[in-house]
Each structure stands twice: as structure tokens, then as C-alpha cells.
């Protein structure tokens, strides 16, 4: 018989989809409210998986509050609430248990979104479920783009992919992968400027890209726009990883991945970078530095996981 | 230093609720939205504690989406929406995880309430975290009652916690302790014929009690209004279990525990068993069926399964 091992969480999440006549595949559910629609979107991060060693309690709870946030932030949503559901070990220390409600409390006050329940359990290991609500007019979708869109993200990718190999703590790679942050108003913004389209990152580039993939249209990455830095290159080649790999096939970067018009993205206000271009070849490549374009393979953070 | 363990869930989640300035000690969250109200709750199921070793796939989804519901009824609330987050140990059958699914679907149809997301997760056993959405108006609290209201429940409890004792399936009490139902229907209409105030029986009879008791106000319960048949007595001898404890300490009913005033319980168009008044003695009290009056001790759930 089948085990759930050999099918992977977005064919099982599929299933789920496929069941019900409610659910649109976007980053968050949609509902229509009078002249609004609520956002709600709800995500659980389980220790043995989803915490390094050496993370803390509080970067625990920070980033429980970070995961689904970014899902209203991919939206242009305004936050609206946050519900806590935690589930801890009967031997854990009450001070730490303290600690992850002081990282969920200050990751609120952060991002601007009041927490508004919270509920405790017990299980053999931490795991906290975190719903976020959001209130948007015009949601931004995931794959609302047009050809000839660039495509952009807020901010520098593959941080965390390294940061999750590394031992010292003091560097901009371990401190991404520890301390994650949502992008919830540059989500806004970019809604505001007339983005055509977002998601955040989380599986890795690669992933989100055949994720918004729709019939009919390509994407023509640019490795030189990345802009990955010769340290990260050296890096990743010390510890003998494929760099490429980390940026493309990693993730939880939690940066937003967009597309907007030439025009509309001079006015843009945000830190952003411009890595490519939306075209109609229906295929998802990218060019390296060497000139040389290679098919991006659609491997994501399962995969990585697995091997 | 003090484990968790040494804390019971109740104060647990006072350290949060303290902690944040937004959280109003409700059945749900209610976030005011326009000339209504957003009503939110989340709750976690976790299969060694939550699910009896015989409850089927089907009835876990069930139950998921029951616990929540359930907190939707108790406030009066029209039904919006619901996320499922659910974690699956990666040898479950796949078929195993469609059951669990269609549970969930089943509880949704039944409940009139879309299933509106979903997130799939690997952890050591099933758990599954679900949230509830709703709408309403002017929501039922839990202590807006007034003195010589009428304390009354939507059906029969303790039901569940002498099916939880029982290995044989095919009676009223296992059934009830594998396939509980909220009161959807019910909380709604209780609102609608103005209910005073509200909760749902999850933790026992005598804790709700206790949770929605204010300073100044007492209840005087009387066994007799309960209606404890015969033959639940019996098994419960049999047992060698207390079965007045079974019917207060223990819970997982479901039943909406609401007060009303005389003049509106004559309209109420439900099935109801008024089983006791509010007054003004400060104090939680039972009158025997023999005549005796004791108190109501404050112990529920979380007392019944450490011992």
C-alpha cells in the first residue's frame, strides 16, 4: 500500500484542493466581505523539522509568526489578527515555554498584527500553529502577470540556504536563517504600485517559479541579477555545496518574489532587485554568468530535504 | 526550575492572554469589521491525547473541524470558513490520510462551512490544527447573565466520558465519544432568541462553570434536571467510576451550556434541559438527588486524565 512518504506535501495538499469546491490555489484563502476580502492563511512549524539546534526559543516563536505572515504579505494584505496554537513537551522549562511567547508577542508587535487567541497542548515535541488574518481590497494573485513583466524580489535569496550549514552563529547567513522576516509592508506597497503579481519565497526560487507558472508563459532568470557574492560563492564551495543549488533550491528566504511593468517599477519606493524578465517560451530558464542558459529544474525544499 | 507540566494549560494560556492587550478571554476572537463582527478560533488535535485508540480516520477529520465549529456555536456565530493545518507521520497509509481528509469534508458539509485552506506537515504522530471563521453581529459572551436567569444545556453530557471506558462500539456513549457534533445550528439560534450568555461543554460541565462564573454571581445545579439514567449509572458502577464525576469532571460534549431568562426559554425552538438557575451566593453548587447541597468542585478535564 501507498505511504504519504512516497508522495510529496503538494500532491497531498492537491488532494485536499481537489476535494473541495472552495479553495483558489494563491498564498492565502480568499474571502469576499462587503467591499473587502478577508485573508486568512494558516501554517504549523514542527521542532524536529522546521528549527535548527541552535535556534532559540524566542527566534522560535518569532518565526512561527513569520511563516504566515509573509503568506498576507504575498497578498498586498493589511494585517488583521494572529491566532496562536502550541503544542509543548510536558518537561519543557516554563521559562522556556515564556520565551517562544515573547518571540510570537514581539514578531506581532514587529509586523503590526495584533495576536488575538491563543491555545496550548501537549506532544512529544514544540510545534506551533499560527493562523494569520488579513483584510485586502485587491489581493494580489500569483500568477496575474502579463509578458514582458520583470520579475523582481525585496531583497537577497539563498541566505538562509547557507546559513542552515554553518556552525557560527555571528554572519548575515545564520542570522537569516534564525530570524527570518516577512515582508508585510513591502507587500503592501508593492500592491499599491501596481505589481501585476506575488509570492513569497520559501521553497526556493526555483519552486515559486514553476508554483506561478501558468500555460503559455516562461520566465528567463539572470544569474549575473541575483547578485550572489563572491563570499557566498567561496563559502558554499569550502563546504562543497553547489551555490546555484542553495539560491534556487533551498528557500526560506521569505523575501517576496514579483512582477510589475517597466513603467510602474521606477516608482517603486522598496529595496528591490530585478532578476529577469517574463516571456512566452513556456519554459523556465535561466542565464548564467558564463552566457550558457540551462532549464531550472523544479526541485524545491522537499527535495533537498530528502536527499 | 518549573516544567510546564507542573502548570496547567488554563494558566498557560492566562501567560498569554496577559501578555497581549487584544486578547478578550472568550470562547473565540472577535475583531470588529464594518457593522459586524470577524469571529476566529483555532484548536489542535494531537492523536495520542485527542484520539481514542479505536476513533477511525474519518472521525479524526471529523472531530477537527467539530472542535472548532464548536467555539463558533458557542458565540452565536453564522459559519465563514475553515483552515485546515494538518501533520501526518510519513509511513500513514495514503488512504489512511484520504480518510482523514474526507472526514474533514464530511464535518464541513455537514457544519455549512467551506473549507477554505489547507497545509500539509510531517511530524511523529497526526496532528491536526484547524481555525474557524465566522460572522456575527452581536456575538453570545460567556458571562453576560443575569441573576435568576435559567442555566440550561442543548442535550444530554457525559455521554462521551463513559464512552471513552468502553471497549464495545455500538452504543450511545461510544458514539458519542468517537463522533461528537457541534451545535452550529443551535448557537444560532440561541442568539436569535436571546440567549444571555453561552459556552460549549468541552472540558466538563463543572469547568465551564467555573470559566464563565463572575464575582457576585453563583449557580445552584440540581442533579435530578440533569436526567442521569439508570443504566448509566450501572455501567458506571460496573466500572467502578463515579458517574457524577464522569458528568461534570470530564467533558468532551460538545453541548452548549447557555443561560436564559424564564420569559424567552418558552419561545426556544431546540431541543433544551434547564438544569439549574443563576443567583447571587457567590458560589458553584449542586443539589444531590437526595437533597443534599455540595459544592461543585472546580476540576475538568486536565484534573481527570493526570490521575
Known amino acids: 500500500m501507498t505511504k504519504i512518504s512516497g508522495i510529496g506535501e503538494k500532491e497531498l495538499v492537491r488532494y485536499i484542493i481537489a476535494n473541495s469546491k472552495e479553495i483558489i490555489p494563491d498564498d492565502t484563502a480568499i474571502i469576499s466581505l462587503n467591499d473587502s476580502n478577508l485573508i486568512s492563511t494558516c501554517d504549523m512549524l514542527i ?3 522546521h528549527f535548527p539546534e541552535n535556534m532559540s526559543y524566542f527566534d522560535m516563536g518569532f518565526k512561527a509568526v513569520t511563516v504566515n505572515v509573509s503568506d498576507l504579505a504575498a497578498m498586498g494584505s493589511k494585517p488583521l489578527g494572529f491566532l496562536l ?3 509543548l513537551p510536558k518537561d519543557l522549562e516554563l521559562d522556556s515555554f515564556k520565551e517562544i511567547i515573547n518571540g510570537v508577542l514581539k514578531a506581532c508587535d514587529i509586523y503590526s498584527i ?3 487567541g491563543g491555545d496550548t497542548n501537549e506532544a512529544s515535541e514544540i510545534i506551533i500553529s499560527g493562523t494569520a488574518l488579513g483584510l485586502c481590497d485587491k489581493p494580489l494573485m500569483k500568477n496575474s502577470y502579463k509578458k514582458d513583466d520583470l520579475i523582481a524580489i525585496t531583497g537577497d535569496i539563498g541566505l538562509a540556504a547557507l546559513g542552515f550549514n554553518l556552525d557560527i552563529e555571528d554572519n548575515i547567513y545564520t542570522k537569516k536563517a534564525l530570524k527570518p522576516r516577512a515582508r508585510i509592508k513591502e507587500g503592501e506597497i508593492l500592491k499599491k504600485y501596481g505589481a501585476t503579481s506575488a509570492t513569497d519565497i520559501t521553497d526556493g526560487l526555483a519552486s515559486e517559479l514553476y508554483e506561478i507558472k501558468q500555460d503559455g508563459f516562461g520566465f ?3 544569474e549575473d541579477l541575483i547578485g550572489i557574492s563572491d563570499e557566498y560563492k567561496k563559502i558554499a564551495s569550502n563546504l562543497n555545496l553547489n551555490y546555484l ?3 534556487l533550491h533551498v528557500g526560506e528566504d521569505f523575501e517576496l518574489l514579483f512582477t510589475i511593468s517597466r513603467e510602474n517599477i521606477e516608482k517603486l519606493p522598496i529595496d528591490y532587485k530585478v532578476i529577469g524578465v517574463v516571456n512566452d517560451s513556456d519554459v523556465i530558464e535561466i542565464t548564467l554568468e558564463n552566457g550558457l ?4 529544474e523544479n526541485k524545491g525544499y522537499e527535495h533537498y530535504v530528502s536527499e
Open 47 to 49: 521542532q524536529s523539522r
Open 85 to 87: 496554537s502550541i503544542a
Open 114 to 116: 495584533p495576536l488575538i
Open 220 to 222: 528567463m532568470i539572470h
Open 245 to 247: 543549488d542553495l539560491i
Open 293 to 296: 542558459i540551462e532549464k531550472i
